[in-house]
């Protein structure tokens, strides 16, 4: 791959990260500053900061208590385990994932836990419809999620988006009572604050996006670098689009993202992503699932499916 490529948008994403996240953090102690003073500033970091340390391992209990989600074992499913070891050796992990299945229509893949607990759950209809290549770069792309800590930077941004929403009701509460001593001239309300205390939120979620979409970035191009396949990223996200994009699919699932604008998605756009992805590509990409030592399975099967065996784990 391209190597001066990647440490400039790895450079870029970081950069992105650190600004939105510090604009986020003045949006919501400034709106805490202008309710309560220097007692809501403080209020609002112990109310963000305590609850991050426990929730990782409190969203993992509940995600295994979720009904119809079930263990992947290394019996059913030996070919996938193998890949998100390799990769997981080569992200430098101190425990590999624990794998799940979830029985939906819609094709999808996510990470949770952290890096002492990390879990990964892929719906049945991945597992089915992509290709051990493709599924590999999306266990890349969940790794890295792992691996660069996305799932407590994006707990902590979703925090902040919910505190800022509470301040700003609070706010406007207090504003709703101190109407009519404004309305007598006994009270005179800044237009300015009042305005930055009532739209704090919408700012907040939309900053919240705008970070979601630079670590979804982020977690493509460190995908790559550990598959060292960038094409095989680019073809799962393909498939995923294709998918989502058609008409049945598209009207029961994905109403809402077709519709938003793209700086209200949590995603960059498809086309967006695989553009970038195709940037990294290079001639030292290679085949690297078919040339792993002791390997199980043929080169042929690195473009199949996974069957049905593999992928089912209802009675694992």
């Known amino acids: 791959m391209n190597s001066n490529l990647v440490i400039q948008n790895k450079l870029k994403n970081f950069l992105h990260t650190v600004v939105l996240l510090a604009v986020m953090a003045a949006v919501t102690g400034l709106a805490a500053y202008m309710v309560a003073g220097w ?18 391992t409190m969203d993992t209990e509940r995600l295994l208590r979720t ?57 049945d209809t991945l597992l089915r419809n992509l290709d051990l290549r493709e599924i590999a770069g999306i266990v890349g792309h969940e790794i890295a999620h792992i691996k660069n800590n996305d799932l407590k930077v994006i707990a902590l941004a979703d925090r902040v988006r919910r505190i800022t929403g509470v301040i700003s009701a ?7 009572l101190t109407m009519p001593l404004a309305l007598t001239g006994q009270v005179e309300l800044p237009m300015v604050p009042v305005l930055f205390i009532i739209f704090a939120p919408t700012v907040a979620m939309i900053l919240q996006m705008a970070l979601s979409r630079t670590r979804e970035f982020e977690a493509d191009l460190v995908s790559c670098e550990l598959t060292r396949d960038p094409a095989g990223m680019a073809h799962a996200l393909y498939k995923l689009e294709k998918y989502h994009r058609s008409y049945l699919r598209n009207l029961i699932f994905s109403a809402w993202t077709y519709m938003a604008p793209s700086w209200l998605q949590t995603h960059p756009p498809t086309a967006q992503r695989i553009n970038k992805i195709m940037e990294l590509r290079g001639a030292d990409s290679a085949d690297w699932l078919g040339k792993q030592p002791n390997r199980t399975m043929s080169s042929r099967s690195l473009h199949r499916p996974l069957t049905i065996r593999q992928v089912h784990c209802f009675n694992c």
């Open 39 to 56: 007692d809501g500033v403080w209020m609002a970091l112990l109310v963000t900061g305590v609850p991050l340390v426990i929730s990782g």
């Open 67 to 123: 009904k119809g989600v079930r263990p992947l074992s290394r019996f059913t499913s030996p070919n996938l385990y193998r890949v998100t070891e390799e990769i997981s050796r080569r992200a430098g992990l101190s425990r590999i994932p624990q794998l799940f299945c979830e029985p939906s229509r819609a094709m999808n893949a996510y990470a949770t836990g952290d890096s002492d607990n990390p879990v990964i759950v892929f719906t």
């Open 170 to 176: 609070f706010g406007q509460i207090v504003l709703l």
